[in-house]
């Protein structure tokens, strides 16, 4: 069966901290696809990335950066330089590849929650 | 250009009535998948349907049950309403080919008295 643990609840940091947020996953499948998701108040989840499983190079985006490794199953989120903004609930996601059906049928972890103070 | 759209935002309804929740995807989209997340736990699958038809079922009870229109639009309805469906609903579009991301609406907060 696929799962996504995240195993911190809650993480509260001051601006400017580097805060990094874990992602464990579980699957039998030798393709699939990592997602990170991010949920302000509002609601709307905002994707952040995608990343398959036979791409474990890291990525970064601004402040932003992602370590994937497939030894010990995680995918982690790092944000640099954190901003009162990053508060946010964050989501880590599975999916099964599935390349001749379409769309994403998506297994979420719990959640994190983000809080960043002046 | 319009995100996914979702109405309505909030909703409150009474145990045992029935309820519609409406969806219109990003323009060029035809997968709409639809999610519940209760308070403090992350969203839950639902329904996935591309080109109006079914095409994932998550493990919900048959009270759920979901249709795609022409226009890619979808509905999400829910029979005999309990107390514990309330939750946030959250339609996802994607253009539909792999896995593509998946873009989400505001969601719809149900309520159940």
């Known amino acids: 069966a696929q799962k996504v643990t995240q195993a911190q609840t809650e993480i509260s940091v001051v601006e400017k901290e580097d805060v990094t947020l874990d992602c464990v996953y579980e699957?039998?499948?030798?393709?699939?696809?990592l997602f990170w998701y991010k949920q302000p108040p509002s609601g709307e989840l905002v994707f952040l990335i995608r990343?398959?499983?036979?791409?474990?190079q890291n990525e970064i985006s601004g402040r932003y950066s992602w370590n994937f490794q497939k030894s010990t199953s995680s995918f982690n989120f790092t944000i640099t330089a954190s901003q009162v903004v990053d508060s946010a609930v964050y989501f880590c996601?599975?999916?099964?590849?599935?390349?001749?059906?379409?769309?994403?049928?998506?297994?979420f972890g719990k959640g994190t929650t983000l809080s960043v103070s002046s | 250009d319009a995100g996914v759209t979702q109405s309505p935002t909030h909703l409150i309804k009474t145990r045992g009535q029935h309820v519609t929740l409406r969806c219109s995807p990003i323009?060029?989209?035809?997968?709409v998948s639809w999610y519940q997340q209760v308070l403090g736990q992350g969203p839950q699958f639902i329904f996935q349907?591309?080109?109006?038809?079914e095409r994932g079922r998550g493990n919900f009870p048959d009270r759920f049950s979901a249709r795609q229109f022409p226009n890619y639009s979808s509905e999400l309805n829910v029979n005999a309403l309990l107390l514990g469906d309330s939750a946030l609903y959250l339609c996802?579009?994607?253009w539909g080919q792999g896995n593509t991301e998946a873009f989400f609406g505001q969601g719809t907060r149900l309520t159940v008295v």
């Open positions: 996802a579009s994607s």
């Open positions: 699957t039998r499948d030798t393709t699939y696809y």
């Open positions: 990343r398959n499983s036979f791409d474990e």
């Open positions: 996601a599975l999916s099964e590849a599935r390349p001749n059906q379409a769309g994403t049928a998506l297994i």
């Open positions: 323009s060029g989209h035809k997968s």
């Open positions: 349907y591309y080109e109006k038809e």
